[in-house]
């Protein structure tokens, strides 16, 4: 016979039982409902190492060059940068492909709300970016930066590639990635020849500024590389050899280029008026043979990428053909 203190040490060894076994079932429940932790792998960039998914869904761009980079190898970028100059809310020559992206802001002045409300798996951002928005930028997910000095670029024509290389990279898409850029030697060698073939074909690139105009150089940039390294057309006199210089309009006959492609600023109206009511200005062999281009801004982005290059090329093509 059971004594009332026997029952209530029997009761409560049941309920204690009960509770652990319902305990233990909400714990079996939870972990199945947890979602599986992402594989992930490191990517190395110029700020260390960087661990990210392997499988990226989401990724924030914070340059127009990684936006052309990541539609190169058909990956479409989740939240991208504004600027000022694009004349939209993504750069014109990229558009067709980005419509309904999300914007994060500037470059420059990255809307860190926006993207932690996007919850991306990585961001990519230029080494110029300072680091007190990239130590922020780090905080919401992994941010690689890419990118390098300027004029370390002058003694390779392919330096470009490497961002584009370590972008596909990061989608185990290498392979894809250099055969866009085999693709492009191809384009750019037979474009080439087609310039070299020319029997004149001195090139000068003038950026038209509001009172102000400027020429652009051999090196120092990737759209100058193209047009000089690797289309085959040669430097003015006054083309200058890393930086784009400012140049005076009495000092302007002294381009004696055969081709003239003109970048001119909204702001600029009055400066090119007056430059094309000059008789200084006429006597440019490519003014006066008719063969001024006026390009848009955008070939200063689009030099970065395998895209906006080839876009270059087709226009250049299109003027001298």
């Known amino acids: 016979m059971f004594t009332n203190n026997k029952i209530l040490c029997l009761t409560s060894l049941t309920l204690v039982t009960l509770l652990t076994a319902c305990g233990s079932s909400n714990t079996d429940e939870n972990a199945e409902a947890a979602p599986p932790e992402k594989e992930t792998r490191v990517i190395s960039h110029l700020k260390g190492e960087s661990e990210v998914p392997v499988e990226i869904d989401k990724i924030v761009v914070l340059s127009a060059a990684y936006i052309d980079h990541l539609l190169t190898i058909e990956e479409l970028p989740y939240g991208v940068n504004i600027e000022a100059r694009y004349g939209g809310d993504y750069p014109t020559y990229l558009e067709d492909q980005l419509e309904g992206v999300h914007l994060v802001g500037s470059a420059d002045e990255p809307n860190l709300e926006a993207i932690t409300e996007l919850n991306p ?174 390009t848009d801004s955008f070939w200063l982005f689009k030099g970065w990428g395998a895209i906006g290059r080839g876009q270059i090329i087709d226009e250049i093509i299109e003027v001298i053909e």
């Open 121 to 294: 798996d990585a961001i990519l951002v230029e080494s110029r970016t300072p680091d007190d928005t990239y130590d922020l930028l780090e905080q919401i997910a992994p941010t690689i930066v890419l990118g390098t000095e300027w004029l370390e670029y002058e003694e390779d024509p392919d330096f470009w590639t490497n961002d584009l290389l370590k972008i596909a990279e990061l989608y185990d898409k290498v392979e894809l990635a250099e055969e866009k850029i085999e693709e492009l030697h191809v384009k750019t060698a037979d474009a080439k020849q087609i310039v070299e073939s020319l029997d004149n074909r001195k090139l000068a690139y003038l950026r038209i500024r509001e009172d102000m105009i400027q020429i652009y150089a051999e090196g120092g940039h990737p759209m100058n590389t193209l047009l000089y390294e690797d289309l085959g057309f040669l430097p003015t006199d006054l083309t200058p050899k890393e930086q784009r210089e400012d140049i005076s309009l009495e000092a302007i006959p002294g381009i004696n280029a055969d081709y003239i492609m003109l970048e001119v600023d909204p702001s600029a109206s009055n400066t090119i008026e007056e430059m094309n009511e000059s008789e200084l200005w006429k006597q440019i062999p490519a003014v006066h043979n008719n063969q001024t281009y006026e």
